[in-house]
């Protein structure tokens, strides 16, 4: 997905709503995987030597 494509993806929801990332992730009893919803703290243009400029969206996620 580019940055124009999400742009146009938003433009169709409803301005007030928050906006998550679902992240796979296993069940912590160790079953099946499971889904988790995270908040986006930020959406920020980027740039990496080895990938040139990207648009970086980062979350609340805590490995821990």
Do not use: K
């Not at 009893?29 to 969206?57: N, R, W």
Request: net charge negative; with cysteine.
């Amino acid at each position: 997905m580019n940055v124009q494509q999400l742009r146009e993806a938003l433009s169709s929801m409803p301005g007030h709503w928050p906006v998550h990332l679902a992240v796979v992730s296993e069940d912590a009893s160790g079953g099946a995987l499971d889904e988790d919803f995270l908040f986006t703290l930020e959406c920020v243009p980027e740039s990496f030597p080895s990938q040139g400029c990207m648009c970086v969206i980062r979350a609340n996620y805590d490995p821990s």
